[in-house]
């Protein structure tokens, strides 16, 4: 099992987008840009409505992987973490609401309206349990 460094949760920490990847039978695998919170307990968590495609792929393989980047004008950085996931029926709201403070200024009319409308969804947390990871910094 592989586990993510200090280093790395610093570098995951950041309002950056991840690109998650779930396994999709025959399908070909497309990767989605997703927010996310890398956890204390070196989880990755994020949130989905249960009705979502990719909560659908994962109750028939439940494995994913998010890729991580740093945007550019940065030195080269990413991180990838692939895993078994669970689903989580509870904390989604949470989630959500921690993760909307990361990634948009509340304080907008636009954002408070977005937060809302997450809020007033039903969500899941979609949790990976880091079974391989890999970074590479230049």
């Known amino acids: 099992m592989s586990t993510l460094t200090d280093h790395d949760l610093e570098f995951l920490r950041r309002p950056l ?3 998650l990847t779930v396994a999709a039978g025959p399908r070909p695998p497309q990767p989605r840009p997703v927010w996310f919170e890398a956890a ?3 989880t990755i968590q ?3 409505s249960p009705d979502s495609a990719k ?10 992987s998010i890729v991580v980047a ?3 004008g940065e030195r080269e950085r990413w991180v990838s973490v692939a895993g078994r996931v669970t689903i989580e029926t509870d904390g989604g709201h949470d989630l959500a609401r921690r993760l909307a403070a990361r990634y948009w200024d509340l304080s907008t009319p636009d ?3 977005g937060l809302k409308l997450l809020q007033d969804l039903d969500q899941v947390r979609v949790v990976i ?3 391989k ?6």
């Open 129 to 131: 349990h880091p079974e």
């Open 46 to 48: 994020l949130f989905t």
């Open 111 to 113: 954002a408070e309206a």
């Open 133 to 138: 990871v890999r970074r590479y910094a230049f």
């Open 55 to 64: 909560i659908r792929q994962l109750r028939e393989d439940p494995r994913a």
């Open 17 to 19: 987008h991840g690109f």
């Open 40 to 42: 204390d307990d070196g």
């Open 70 to 72: 740093a945007p550019v």
